[in-house]
């Protein structure tokens, strides 16, 4: 009798090869695919809490990387969405720093359409593509409806990046980012 696993094992390819250290996906190259790796969330969440974007100082390396493999976040919207509890579950954070991180978080809503834009993490927009995006189409939900001739027209932008724009923007999951953040009072459109 043939092994069951000998018979599907010409059907399916069993991918092979290095994993990442963090979550365990097969690698493509050097770089983990899984959006949802801890290593990914953090980096996000370490670019969201930087000066150029949301300026939230207390949420250093050390706590990005806590957040994300305690599975409390998967996306910087999500930051929002935390309660106190979530936050003291932290070794970093306290009650007294906690009520600093609220205002933090509070403040960072105000971010400008050149921060929101850089720190949706889409590929090929750096801080200077994000700015002359922000002037050109001033809100974010004007850019979300233009057409990939319009954004290549931007200053810096090529086609490349202007085609991960339109993808980011018709993702599922980065419209239920958006959603999260215009209902936290972000400036979407």
Not at 40 to 51: E, G, L, N, Q
Not at 147 to 167: F, G, P
């Amino acid at each position: 009798m043939i092994p069951i696993f000998k018979i599907f094992e010409g059907l399916f390819k069993i991918p092979k090869g290095p994993k990442c250290a963090e979550c365990q996906s097969v690698l493509i190259g050097s770089d983990c695919p899984n959006m949802d790796c801890p290593i990914k969330v953090a980096f996000w969440v370490i670019r969201w809490a930087s000066p150029e974007v949301g300026n939230i100082p207390i949420i250093n390396d050390s706590i990005a990387f806590k957040l994300a493999r305690l599975n409390l976040i998967i996306h910087p919207a999500d930051l929002y969405e935390l309660s106190e509890s979530d936050w003291l579950q932290l070794d970093e954070v306290d009650k007294t720093k906690y009520k600093y991180l609220a205002q933090y978080l509070e403040t960072s809503k105000k971010m400008s359409t050149e921060s929101l834009l850089f720190g949706f993490r889409i590929k090929g927009v750096d801080l200077h593509v994000a700015q002359n995006l922000a002037k050109k189409f001033l809100v974010i939900s004007k850019l979300r409806s233009m057409k990939i001739e319009d954004i290549k027209a931007v200053d810096s932008v090529s086609e490349e990046t202007a085609y991960a724009i339109i993808q980011w923007f018709r993702d599922s999951f980065n419209k239920r980012i958006l959603k999260m953040l215009d209902a936290q009072g972000f400036k979407i459109d």
